[in-house]
């Protein structure tokens, strides 16, 4: 079999796009010396990114500072690499390094707060902050909730003297569509004028980092608000929530959550219209991808407004051999952000890799991330980070270094081969999937999920929405963007508006609940007598990862041994007269017959191909 060129040597636009920590005094000779470096090691691409350490003389969006991009932009022209722009000064996103604050006083972050009255006396509004309503607490004191200012900061880019301590400006309040406007102007507007010869060709996109409504805040007890509240809670929603506010300060942790996740909601739903939506627009008329991540690993709502739909994968939320690979919310990242991919019609998504993993990351940890990520769909990986410098205290702010400074970086560009022709394999393709597991907009079950990975039964998720929005629901299941799940597995209550559809698929047996552990068994023999057979493993395997895709009239089967123990598996692949493995770090391939007894090392990636 002829292995396709385009595997064994993938285009630069499948390499890794490390965040390329700008964290120091910065020069020209320098700053070419790392991107031929990065070439050497099979790294096409970067996303710059000011990082803390940076000298006060290169302050956030200053001419100083771009002179320097322009410089990388320019040989990454030459060298036909691509860039992504961060667009914060650090994170998160949206206050522009403090600029949107500076322009205006009124963009601040806001926030909700509760004041119980003096001596029974009203409270009084202090200037700026307005009285939403009032109520009796549980203890029958009156009580006001207030909208008002609110002490939040986001990281700087500039250490205080020499460190460790490091500059706070103030969070500004995404929430509000003139203060966002504000922060378009000042970042991607001055992006576009500066280097718009760049954008759609060299500059692919522009990355923004988890914006958080309520930023870091610096206070507790206070819920995330901002200006004209009332009436944009009440038109998302399509009722009057003030009444129900107190409840977010009950006593009753059942209350608490119900109405927080109501409001939670609400607030993202304003998120998506008055902060990712602008970006998007902006973007996509300048001819570049809005990229980045959200603050939940959940939100998948977030994603429909990012052209490279992403999360991310930091401070060890998950690692190998632990229950966090298949349990909890951030077990759910990955195929968030490649479901969504798939749902709306993009090309690409992305994890952002290792962050804060710490110095004792190690190259097997490394990998494995990388083929956790790739196995659930994920086709672009933004390693976390390469460090322009090491000096001082920027080698321990948010460790480990994982480009030139690192301990494996003679070995790296095998890394980054492999990485390139997973990302080629996932792109463009179609995925074999026949299973959906329903999902609210920021709230993805994992037991149902890893039900299906421990069974090999690849899933997309699905939003609630698709169901009464844009898929097509006939007895034999649901089409969604040229997607044919034929089982629905539903985890949580859903939404009434999607009664009628999945009452239509419920008619024809296509639906099954999830409710707890013991349902295991059952939903795996409900999935199988339902879907066509795919790959046959023997005996079962609880370890073992499986995803297939079809490219160029090829299929790509990805088999993924997910823990440290080593196991041997008949495996049978329906056949065809050419047939192979492939070697993801080497670039080769051996034969393959379609039914063998096969050896999996410890977090050993597997690939097999069949041409048609």
Known sequence: MTICADLQNPQKEYSVMPFWFWNDSLSHEEIIRQINDFEQHGVHGFVIHPRVGL??????????????????????????????????????????????????????????????????????????ENVITTFKDNNGIETSIIDRKVN????????????????????????????VDCFINLVYRKFAERFNEYFSNTIIGIFTDEPNVLGRCQETNVFPSTRNLVRQINEVLGYDFIPHLPNLWSTDETEVKKYSDIYNSALNKLLQKNYYSKLSVFCNGAGIALTGHPASPEDIEALRSLDIPGQDLVWRYVVP??????????????????????????????NECCGAYGHELTWDEMVWLTNWCMIRGVNMIVPHAFYYSTRGYRKDERPPALGPNSKWWNKYKKYADMVARLSWINTDCSHICHVGILVKSSKLPWQSAKACFEN????????ERHLWEDAEITEN?????????????????????????????????RVIRYKQKSDDKMIVEFVKNRIPVDVSITPSNADLRLRHVVKNSNDYYMLFNET?????????????????????????????????????????????????
Request: one cysteine or more; hydrophobic letters at 35%.
């Open 456 to 463: 090999q039964i690849d899933f997309n998720y699905i939003e």
């Open 564 to 612: 440290d123990k080593e196991f041997e598996v008949s495996l049978r692949i329906p056949s065809s007269e050419f047939m192979c493995q492939f070697n993801l770090m080497e670039g080769n391939a051996t034969s393959f017959n379609g039914t063998e007894r096969v050896k999996f090392q410890p977090y050993e990636m597997k690939v097999f191909i069949r041409s048609s």
């Open 152 to 179: 939040s900061r986001i990281r700087g880019l500039h250490y205080i003297d020499e460190g460790p301590d490091e500059d706070a400006p103030l969070a500004a309040d995404i929430l509000n569509p003139k203060a």
């Open 477 to 509: 299941g649901i089409h969604l963007a040229g997607m044919h799940y034929k089982v629905l597995i539903i985890e949580f209550d859903e939404d009434k508006k999607a009664d009628t559809a999945i009452a239509k698929l419920e008619l024809a047996g």
């Open 321 to 350: 051999d632990t229950p966090s690979a298949l349990e909890g919310p951030q077990s759910t990242q990955a195929k968030c952000s490649a479901s969504a991919m798939i749902h709306t019609g993009k090309r690409r998504n992305l």
């Open 55 to 128: 000298p006060r003389s290169l302050a956030w969006m200053s001419e100083e500072l771009l002179d320097f991009y322009e410089i990388a932009i320019k040989e990454a022209r030459r060298r036909e690499m691509k860039v992504l722009l961060y667009d914060e000064g650090m994170y998160p996103s949206g206050s522009s390094g403090g600029q949107v604050v500076q322009a205006n006083p009124d963009f601040q972050c806001r926030c909700l707060a509760k004041v119980e009255h003096v001596d029974g006396n009203p409270y009084t509004p202090k200037p700026d």
